[in-house]
């Protein structure tokens, strides 16, 4: 292994150099994953995977020396986005990453280096947006939430964080992170040109005063804090074809948090980047995929195919509605994040854009999603 390349149980404090990136990538390869240690540079292939907008995603293979495994090689690398350690717990998220692996709905994980981490790949094509509202695949998202629902993780408590338990919802801790670093930013003397927070479509008040609105209605749901996956938009969910399974990737937002939260918030991805609400889904949709996600949380395992005997039209209509004002928190959480990550990212992507569009929508369905509360 290289003198750079210092580490010990998965761990080193190798740093990739974003403008040298192929190099680095075979070096953390060759440190964590003993099948290539002998294998020459022209004889891997490093495919950048699409879809990520927090980190840049590489695929790593050697088809004429290595075998395939599934879930193990080939290999992803992960290179964190610039400064996203500001809002992302990385300690934890190994954690959750290790436990995915050890219970049998993640891919093994090979290690951590300074600015990224080594996991196996899972074979699937990413969703598209589009392909959520198809009624065959949607079922087998909502089984898959199940299953992780489902999950036991022990999680470290740490001072002033949330998520790390049953009693500890991470949505507060997250708005109210989003919201410290935008009022923050907005303070910056240096914002980009194009991206100035005084020039955002809605003040930092305005979001102050909405982080407060939607806590007070959500937490009269009495929805259930389980484990979550939290970024369930259409690239963090792989479907193998020929196994007809979906897979969920990217954990680094998983923590505890409310069940509402989880669904609502892949209600709002499959309007997608481009945030077309129009293929937000309707009632009939919801109601499926929520009976679904209900009888397989009623499974003994929680993986099968569940019974409908026991879910009433009652426990559909809850979570229903829990999924809806939910959806609305989402909005106002992710159009926060975008806007503190267009004072920094270097990804290729208009923040600033979305975030306008993130909260557009909240206010937009703000008064309609809160009207639901009259069906419970």
């Not at 953390?28 to 099948?35: D, G, I, N």
């Not at 540079?41 to 927090?54: F, P, Q, R, Y």
């Not at 303070?187 to 040109?193: C, D, F, L, S, W």
Request: hydrophobic content about 35%; glycine content about 6%; some cysteine.
């Amino acid at each position: 292994t290289s003198p750079q390349l210092q580490g010990h149980h998965g761990r080193c404090e190798y740093r990739i150099d974003p403008d040298n990136v192929n190099a680095g990538l075979l070096q953390v390869l060759r440190y964590f994953v003993s099948e290539f240690r002998d294998v020459p540079d022209d004889a891997i292939e490093i495919k950048k995977l699409t879809g990520g907008v927090t980190n840049a995603l590489y695929r790593l293979s050697s088809p004429s020396r290595v075998q395939e495994r599934r879930g193990e090689i080939p290999v992803v690398i992960r290179l964190y986005g610039h400064k996203t350690e500001d809002f992302i717990d990385r300690n934890r998220e190994v954690l959750i990453q290790q436990a995915a692996c050890d219970l049998g709905v993640g891919p093994r994980l090979y290690g951590v280096y300074a600015n990224g981490c080594v996991y196996g790949f899972i074979p699937g094509r990413p969703c598209d947006p589009k392909d959520l509202a198809d009624p065959n695949i949607s079922q087998h998202i909502a089984r898959a939430i199940a299953r992780w629902h489902r999950i036991d993780v022990k999680l470290p408590k740490e001072e002033g964080e949330g998520g790390h338990d049953r009693s500890s919802p991470v949505l507060w801790h997250s708005l109210h992170k989003f919201y410290r670093m935008v009022a923050k930013a907005a303070k910056e003397p240096n914002q980009p040109a194009k991206n100035k927070i005084a020039d955002f479509k809605y003040s930092v008040e305005d979001l102050d005063k909405e982080v407060d609105a939607i806590k007070a209605v959500v937490t009269k749901l009495g929805s259930p804090i389980l484990f979550c996956h939290n970024d369930l938009l259409a690239y963090n969910i792989l479907i193998d074809d020929s196994a007809n399974t979906v897979d969920f990737i990217d954990y680094e937002y998983a923590s505890y948090n409310y069940r509402g939260y989880d669904i609502g918030n892949h209600f709002a991805e499959y309007a997608g980047f481009e945030c077309d609400y129009s293929r937000y889904p309707d009632e009939a949709h919801q109601r499926r995929f929520i009976r679904t996600y209900l009888e397989a949380m009623a499974e003994p395992t929680g993986a099968g195919a569940g019974s409908s005997a026991g879910v009433t039209e009652g426990a559909v209509t809850q979570l229903y509605v829990e999924a809806n004002l939910f959806a609305l928190a989402s909005s106002l959480c992710w159009g926060m994040w975008a806007l503190v990550q267009s004072q920094s990212s270097s990804i290729d992507f208009d923040y600033y854009d979305y975030a306008r569009l993130r909260i557009d929508h909240y206010f937009q369905n703000k008064e309609r999603f809160m009207n639901l509360m009259s069906k419970l």
